[in-house]
Every structure is written in C-alpha cells, then in structure tokens.
C-alpha cells in the first residue's frame, strides 16, 4: 500500500509542480523501496489508468509565477500572451 501510495504521489507531483521531488526523496522517505521499485510502480498506475491524465495547461503555471512574481498583476490576459510568446 505504500509503495502504490508513493508511485501515485511521484506521478501527481511530476504533473503539477514547479518542482517536483526527486526519486531519492521518495527512497528516503519509504521504509522498504529502492528507486526502481517506485519508479515501475510509476509506470503501473500510468498503465492502470492508459496513461489518461490530465493534459498540460498553461493557466497553472502562469498562475504560479503570478503567485511568485507580482501577485497584484493587473493584466493576466496579457502576461499569459507574454509568458508563451517567451515558450
């Protein structure tokens, strides 16, 4: 259950964070796993759900830079025109 736990948690985080944890984080923190064994279980959910995930969306991202940058920006629309003309 635990290693299922972590191999969700490595997939989740590959998918919305900035960045996202490294394997050997994973390692540290499990009591019994080494990096293959989380890495195909990685692999395992991705098959177990054919590899249906949420697609890439800039709005996140952009939001987060807002979050880090300038949390006031006035004009959203604009820096996001901005931010994928940088892309």
Do not use: R, W
């Amino acid at each position: 259950l635990q290693l299922t736990s972590i191999g969700c948690v490595s997939v989740m985080s590959k998918l919305n964070e900035l960045h996202a944890p490294e394997i050997n984080d994973y390692v540290f923190v499990a009591d019994d796993f080494n990096a293959q064994q989380i890495k195909e279980i990685e692999l395992t959910v991705l098959n177990q759900l054919h590899y249906i995930i949420a697609s890439c969306d800039i709005d996140p991202l952009v939001e987060k830079i807002k979050a880090i940058t300038d949390p006031k920006l006035q004009y959203p629309v604009i820096s996001m025109y901005y931010f994928t003309q940088l892309m």
